[in-house]
């Protein structure tokens, strides 16, 4: 009939690649490599052919054949699908490679270790110990060309043609006939008369030796050459002359050799074999020990083989954490590997796991994510992150705790750049808006504005204009110094995003008010800045045509490519108050400032309160879970020197304030406003001692008063003719720039829209506050005296009486 005339090998579900055969053990069987033809998945073909006159080696073939199909184990190679018919065999496995190619391809790249070695020879016993103590079954061809190796470095024995029952039963072992595998037979087997004393093992164990002299030497020569060890380590020449022993009945049992190299200090004693026996069985251990595996997982994981970490240690990753609630654990060492693996890859294994991973309320694992966003930002599309991964961050901006908090600004500089129109230009101006106005940690509100001054760029030219000014503006109004700092830098580090009107009216007043704060290095940076922005002023003025090239970039779409400018403009201000955080300020007692853990206000001795972390920093200066090695507590201005090229005062001076700002950059060594840099500077509790906490901030934050119309007759200075002796009758150039606010104007309160500077008092603020304190105590004067005289009127009243009147 037709069905019988079909070809079972063009049916058969695997296809033989078109490459020359890799070549495989001397015997019947030739190597190809293959793949799956309905999924493309690559496998290795073991092939036989029929030959007529050959029948002890096919029935040799047909053997090994059936044996490799019923024997299961993680150290023997493993089947998949198999062919038999009149004119060939097929075995299919799992995709391996000859042990004697794949360490000849390590040792050429330079990769090949020791730990590699430990752990497969710790296989390849394994499996014999399997074979004779479990199943009876003597190997009977262990060598090297008889391991495979598969993609992730494991070692599986293979070469079952020669293979017997332990207790006599189908017969002695079969004949080889082949010399190059015969040269590995212990010596005992050339004793006729069979009166040497062994164990089943003795010559199994016997060919282990040579396995192992081959993988350190090379191919074995001849016997003779087993007598000297060569490269074998030290750790490994006893055991290893157990086995080349010409008693048989010394030999050990695969087991006990096992145990004897995973002895103290033995070769099989390391973290890579301890690792790979834990994945073997992490399936049945208690999550407890899960836990403290994963973490210190990541330790050892630079020291491993590439292969073995992308297809040994990712897969455990990924399924401890679909199905084993690992957590945060395992986000360390799962990046980690990912460093491995390309671009395609990476989106298919761990993309997938990431976004699952923002949707977790599990507060440890949203803050890990988010420290080590940097290394999975740039596999992440653009759709990704508005919709799956955006509205989940975007709940750390309202968290309760303040590291979370501080971390979800700090990302927002990596996801910027993919965030489409409404969540970068709304949503994100909203939550910073906020931020910067409410929050109660200092250190927040100036990671909030040093944010906001490096992603303008990626702004839309509207938020920029409206947003920009009035946000730098804001900073440099808030109680705390840093972010005093920051607003500066802001402004710096945007400067080309500003008209030349902006820079008069809105922005060189901020700048002018800050020449006078009690703080160091709040003055330094203002005076730079107003220096910049002069000169910037100054090149426009004497050359009107490079107007239009000063502000090109003002009504500019966003442009990505203007952030790296201001990239390092400014560090990260460093949050003392979480947990996380505060370790980290305890172990760089030298790198970060100390606060303490109320909310940032004002105090009464007008500066603010440093907390003692000199023990802490002590007795946790060793301490390990430190979050990342990023520099944290400096506010730099480097960026900012490229920001101005046109200002030579700027560069020049850049390294010398650097230098001073020891209270805010270098921190942990002096308090933000106890000390200034300046050895001959005098304190600012001496300078400032003053100001009233209060009243000092409160005015602060407040806006100004509009000032007192003049009197009526009062010239403005623009009317006056100063240099001649005649009234002149041309315009004043300057009369065009006055302006005069309406008495009935009210200024804004709270919002990002335009701030009035026309209003500012000419009065010095410790005049304000003697002031203020004067009228207390006359007012307190005033109410004492009304009560003593109410009560000398009246006089004391009468027990039992009651009051009429």
């Not at 052919?49 to 040799?60: A, I, L, S």
């Not at 991964?389 to 990302?411: C, M, W, Y």
């Not at 409206?466 to 802001?490: E, I, M, N, Q």
Request: some cysteine; hydrophobic content about 35%.
């Amino acid at each position: 009939m037709w069905f019988f005339a079909r070809d079972p090998v063009r049916d058969f579900p695997f296809e033989l690649s078109p490459e020359l055969p890799e070549g495989g053990p001397p015997g019947p069987w030739v190597l190809h490599r293959g793949r799956k033809k309905a999924t493309g998945s690559p496998v290795s073909i073991f092939v036989y052919d029929v030959k007529p006159g050959v029948e002890e080696q096919t029935q040799v073939a047909k053997a090994a054949f059936k044996r490799l199909k019923t024997l299961r184990h993680p150290n023997i190679l493993a089947y998949i699908d198999g062919l038999e018919t009149d004119k060939c065999l097929h075995i299919v496995t799992e995709a391996v490679t000859p042990l004697g190619a794949y360490l000849k391809a390590r040792a050429e790249a330079g990769d090949l270790k020791e730990l590699e070695l430990s752990w497969g020879l710790h296989q390849i016993v394994k499996a014999l110990s399997f074979l004779v103590n479990d199943c009876s079954l003597i190997h009977n061809n262990v060598c090297m060309a008889a391991v495979f190796v598969d993609r992730a470095g494991e070692w599986k024995l293979g070469g079952l043609d020669y293979m017997y029952s332990a207790q006599g039963n189908g017969g002695g072992p079969p004949r080889k006939g082949i010399p190059e595998l015969e040269q590995y037979d212990p010596p005992e087997l050339a004793d006729a008369s069979g009166r040497a004393v062994r164990e089943k093992w003795s010559a199994d164990m016997w060919r282990l030796g040579c396995l192992i002299w081959e993988v350190f030497n090379g191919p074995l020569p001849r016997a003779a050459a087993l007598r000297n060890p060569g490269k074998i380590p030290k750790s490994l020449v006893p055991h290893y002359c157990e086995l080349v022993g010409a008693n048989p009945k010394v030999r050990p049992n695969p087991a006990r050799f096992l145990q004897n190299c995973r002895a103290p200090d033995g070769f099989m004693n390391n973290r890579f074999v301890e690792i790979n026996l834990f994945l073997e069985e992490i399936q049945i251990k208690e999550p407890a020990e899960k836990q403290k595996f994963f973490q210190e997982l990541s330790k050892s994981l630079d020291s491993f083989p590439e292969d073995f970490c992308r297809h040994k240690v990712l897969p455990q990753l990924l399924t401890a954490f679909e199905f084993g609630n690992a957590g945060a654990v395992v986000l360390t060492p799962l990046f980690k590997v990912g460093k491995f693996l390309g671009a395609e890859e990476y989106q298919q294994k761990i993309i997938p796991v990431v976004v699952k991973m923002f949707s977790s309320t599990d507060r440890a694992m949203r803050i890990r994510l988010l420290q080590q966003m940097e290394q999975f930002i740039q596999y992440l599309d653009e759709p990704t992150v508005n919709t799956q991964i955006f509205p989940h961050v975007v709940h750390g901006f309202l968290d309760t705790n303040p590291a979370i908090r501080e971390q979800t600004v700090k990302s927002m500089l990596l996801l910027a750049p993919k965030l489409n129109e409404t969540n970068l230009n709304v949503e994100l101006m909203k939550h910073f808006a906020r931020l910067q106005a409410k929050d109660e940690q200092g250190p927040i509100r100036c990671n909030t504005t040093v944010c906001l001054g490096k992603i303008g760029s990626y702004l839309s030219a509207s938020t920029r204009h409206r947003v920009l000014t009035s946000a730098f503006s804001r900073a440099t109004k808030d109680p705390f110094a840093p972010s005093r700092v920051a607003g500066v830098l802001g402004f710096a580090a945007t400067h080309n995003l500003y008209s030349m009107n902006d820079c008069a009216h809105k922005i060189l007043p901020v700048l002018c008010s800050l020449t006078v704060d009690p703080e160091r290095s709040v003055r330094d940076q203002a005076f730079k800045a107003i220096r910049s922005f002069l000169s910037k002023l100054e090149s426009v003025s004497e050359d009107p045509t490079q107007l239009a090239e000063a502000e090109k970039d003002v009504h500019a779409a966003s442009s990505p490519g203007m952030g790296g400018a201001a990239a390092s403009w400014a560090g990260w201000a460093v949050t003392g108050v979480s947990s996380l955080t505060s370790k980290l300020i305890r172990a760089h007692p030298t790198a970060a400032p100390a606060e303490t853990n109320v909310p940032q206000r004002p105090v009464s001795e007008g500066h603010w309160e440093t907390q003692e972390e000199s023990k802490d920093a002590e007795e946790d200066s060793t301490a390990a879970d430190r979050w990342d090695d990023e520099d944290w507590g400096s506010l730099e201005v480097s960026g900012a020197e490229e920001a101005y090229p046109g200002d030579p005062s700027f560069k020049q001076e850049a390294e010398s304030v650097l230098a001073q700002q020891d209270n805010w950059s270098t921190g942990g060594q002096a308090s933000w406003a106890g000390q200034t840099s300046n050895p001959g500077h005098k304190s600012q509790e001496s300078d400032w001692s003053s100001w009233e906490a209060e009243d000092a901030w409160e005015q602060g934050w407040q806006e100004p008063s509009p000032p007192e119309p003049p009197p009526e007759g009062t010239r403005l200075a623009s009317e006056y003719n100063w240099g001649g002796p005649e009234p002149s009758d041309k315009g004043d150039p300057f009369a065009a720039l006055s302006v005069r606010r309406e008495a009935g104007a009210q200024p804004r309160r709270d919002s990002w829209g335009d701030d009035n500077w026309e209003g500012l008092e000419a009065e010095s603020r410790q005049a304000k506050a003697e002031l203020a304190r004067k009228k207390r105590e006359e007012r307190r004067q005033e109410m004492e005296a009304k009560r003593a005289e109410k009560k000398t009127a009246k006089g004391p009243m009468k027990l039992g009486t009651r009051k009429l009147d």
